[in-house]
């Protein structure tokens, strides 16, 4: 479709309102799906016809160079650009501006958005019609104060304003995705900083839009977009992708197992007798999954995950390596790398009031918008039998629960034993209470 434009993909981020699973990975490697999000933004590129990538990393690259490499295996040619501080997104773009110094447009895509080419498109097609500084996509969103809004004027951009309290205007939002012309990239370096010391690419389009007809807008449909940006936002992800999948099983499928509906078992993946499986869900490799135990739609069990006898799993991402082995119940909930959860495991999901869950996000308390959500738990926590998890708790990485505890808090200190002390009374059998 674009003959020389390039992707700038920005994947430096530290993803704090998606921890406690981003403690252990970077934001663009969490998976819905059984693929990382990451994996989304570069296939949508290539499906425009963009050939070459450039990934601004800084929070655990490492990871990123190691699962992305050179992009071949998705038909990019990759390089990496590191930005010494995560200091937002005008930062971040400034940081590759030296290896894209030959570059007259560039398209900036973030790189924990959901998406497929179907919303590249009408931002590179706007732009190449009017040629403007820069064009920005915009899309229809249901909570405004949650998104940088925008207002607009026969297609051009008037106004940007951050999370505002109020909006009556029609509510479409910045897209994190642009095309910036090179007047627009070298603007990137002249930003001033926010009172927190960040430096936002919106403001320079801000400042742009100010001097009049000089930023487009494309809006793109909310269908074709998503922004994962809080742990719950992961679970729409993932449903969103398990939707479109085709029945694929070239794993092994006892006797006696039911798969109903589009269900991706992946290679080495093993479905013992009694499991029941309805979809659309995904078995990564190497699974094991069964006897007797009910995996419920919109489910993604990662590579090497274990699901045993009388689990049930619902509407939920079980990461690579997790022991769900019995007699446990998991719904509308993510579960990260390498947990065990002992016998009679069960995350409570919904409120006796039937409110939404309220959930901690840096420090403030959030209405998710979801009346069903269960728990969000970080890698290798371990939890014995019997505990119970309610709604909206967090758990960060390496923790044990004890047996029997009803965990109504986040558990927010890596490494931390949570267990009940009790007091025992011993009397002789058969003697009368005193």
Known sequence: MVLGLLALILAGGRGER????????????????????LSYVLEAVRSVGIREAVLVVKYME?????????????????????????????????????????????????????????ALRPVIEEHE????????????????????????????LRDLIEKP???????????????????ALEAMREVKPTEEGEYRATDVLKGFAQKGDYVRVAEIRASDWLDVGRPWDLLEANERVLKSIEPDV????????????????SEGARIRSGAYIEGPAYIGPGADVGPNCYIRPYTSVGAKARIGNACEIKNSIIMEGTHIAHLSYVGDSVIGAYCNLGAGTITANLRFDKA???MM???????????????????HVQTGI?????????????????????????????????????????????????
């Not at 499928?253 to 039911?258: D, K, L, N, S």
Request: net charge neutral; proline share 6%; charged share 25%.
């Open 386 to 434: 019997g505990v119970l998890l309610m709604p909206g708790v967090r758990i960060w990485p390496r923790c044990w629960i004890g047996p029997n505890l009803v965990v109504y808090k986040d558990v927010t200190e890596e490494g931390t034993f949570v267990l009940l002390e009790q007091e025992l009374a011993y009397r002789e059998a058969g003697a009368k209470p005193t």
């Open 165 to 183: 309290s109020k909006w009556e205007w029609r509510p479409l939002a910045n897209s994190g995705i642009y095309v910036l012309s090179r007047e």
């Open 129 to 156: 019609k009017h040629k403007p500084v820069a064009t920005l996509g915009v899309v229809e969103v249901k909570r405004p104060s949650e998104f940088g809004m925008v207002l607009t004027e026969d297609g051009w």
């Open 18 to 37: 998606l921890r406690p699973l981003t403690l252990t990975r970077p934001k663009a490697l969490l998976e819905v799906g059984g693929k990382p999000i």
């Open 356 to 358: 939404n869950i309220k």
């Open 250 to 265: 070239r794993g092994d499928v006892e006797p006696g197992a039911h798969i109903l509906g589009p269900v991706v078992v």
């Open 361 to 379: 996000v840096r420090g403030r308390r959030v209405d998710t918008g979801r009346r069903k959500l269960g728990v969000i738990m970080g890698d």
């Open 62 to 118: 490492d990871a990123i160079r190691f699962w992305l490499k050179d992009g071949s295996s998705f038909g990019l040619k990759v390089s990496y650009v590191r930005q010494e501080e995560v200091r937002g997104t005008a930062d971040a773009i400034s940081s590759a501006l030296d290896v894209l110094e030959s570059r007259e447009e560039v398209l900036v895509v973030h790189g924990d958005l959901l998406i497929s080419g179907e």
